[in-house]
């Protein structure tokens, strides 16, 4: 008879694992990042139970508010982005905020100020909230630039620049998924102990998948070199499988899925959305971070997501990410269309 596998003593939680990330770093590393993260796991926290309990105390629906997308506001929304903003002002460890949720960056008063920058997304896949469906937190964190105090030039950088990025998903079990620049990990919260747990050291995208997910409904709209890459996935030639579709319509989900299990992921400007309709900053950018150091590629289609120059905070792009070999594939659609 197999022998049972004894529960685990020696648990690797989030700030363990991030803490040994630091001693590799050194005295370069001050411990500022590691508190930065903290507070970010405490919100993540905070907001999961808000989620999981929205039904029962009143939280789902609308808050009567559009935002600066002109989106109408879910009260998750607006409570989700509240508990980052006070606490990641009283983390004293930054000083620009970027919200999907407010049009102006939040500059932080000198009193609280620390030396980073985080972008983030409190609360994406707002139309799955009432269904009950998979949602998520979406963050990318920047160092200031020397000398600065911090303005909002901080943030209009290269996503390359980011010093860590990550997701959380409010789903059967709550994910972060995080990386600051040496691979991928993903921790599972154990409610009961009130820690996330090391459960996905090192995530690899792999280098090839079999599912593919985007909104076809907006087909009519797509690009020429999008319908070509979508034929030829889904009518190969004879003896392959074509591939399957999946998509739920929450990036945070989509994205989780496409670093396990591998494919491709897709948002790609069309006709009618000419830039798109993902958020650079706080969507396209920390995806494409976390995809690339999960060995994956992550492209408009035609340039690097990262190296792409924002000009305005909450500008939008076209996004194609996942398994190299698939997003190669689609590359070179756009490649033919020259
Ligand atoms: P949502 O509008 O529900 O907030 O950018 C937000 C986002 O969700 C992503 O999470 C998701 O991938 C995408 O938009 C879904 O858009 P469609 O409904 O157009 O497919």
């Given at each position: 008879m197999a022998q049972e596998e004894a529960p685990s003593t020696d648990l690797i939680t989030l700030t363990r694992h991030v803490l040994s990330e630091g001693f590799r770093l050194g005295p370069a590393a001050t411990g500022d990042l590691t508190l930065l993260l903290n507070a970010i796991q405490t919100t993540s926290k905070f907001i999961a139970t808000n989620v999981r309990r929205a039904r029962l105390i009143n939280l789902v629906g609308l808050a009567g508010e559009t935002n600066v997308q002109g989106e109408e506001q879910k009260k998750l929304d607006v409570l989700s982005n509240d508990i980052m903003v006070n606490s990641l002002r009283a983390?004293?460890?930054?000083?620009v905020l970027v919200s999907e949720e407010l049009e102006e960056a939040v500059i932080i008063d000198e009193k609280n100020r620390g030396k980073y920058c985080v972008v983030f997304?409190?609360?994406?896949?707002?139309?799955n909230i009432d269904a009950g469906v998979n949602i998520g937190t979406i963050f990318g964190i920047y160092h200031i630039k020397p000398e600065s105090k911090g303005t909002v030039e901080d943030v209009?950088?290269?996503?390359?620049?980011?010093v860590a990025a990550g997701y959380v998903m409010y789903g059967s079990s709550c994910n972060l998924v995080l990386s600051t620049g040496n691979g991928v990990n993903g921790y599972t919260l154990d409610a009961s102990l009130g820690e996330f747990i090391l459960t996905h050291p090192d995530i690899q995208v792999p280098s090839r998948g079999k599912i593919y997910s985007i909104n076809e409904g907006n087909s009519c709209y797509y690009h020429e070199p999008v319908l070509k890459y979508l034929h030829s996935i889904k009518n190969p030639p004879s003896g392959k499988s074509p591939y399957s579709a999946r998509y739920i319509g929450s990036m945070v989900a989509d994205v989780h899925r496409t670093l396990l299990y591998g494919g491709i992921f897709c948002y790609p400007n069309d006709k009618k959305s000419k830039s798109g309709?993902?958020?650079?900053?706080?969507?396209?950018f920390p995806m494409a971070y976390l995809t690339e150091q999960a060995g994956g590629v992550a492209t408009t289609g035609t340039e690097r997501i990262l190296d792409l120059q924002p000009t305005n905070i909450h500008e939008r792009c076209s996004v194609f990410l996942g398994s190299k070999e698939d997003v190669q594939d689609l590359i070179k659609f756009y490649e033919g269309s020259k």
């Open positions: 983390s004293g460890k930054t000083a997304d409190p609360l994406d896949g707002s139309s209009l950088r290269p996503g390359r620049d980011m309709k993902l958020r650079l900053l706080y969507e396209a």
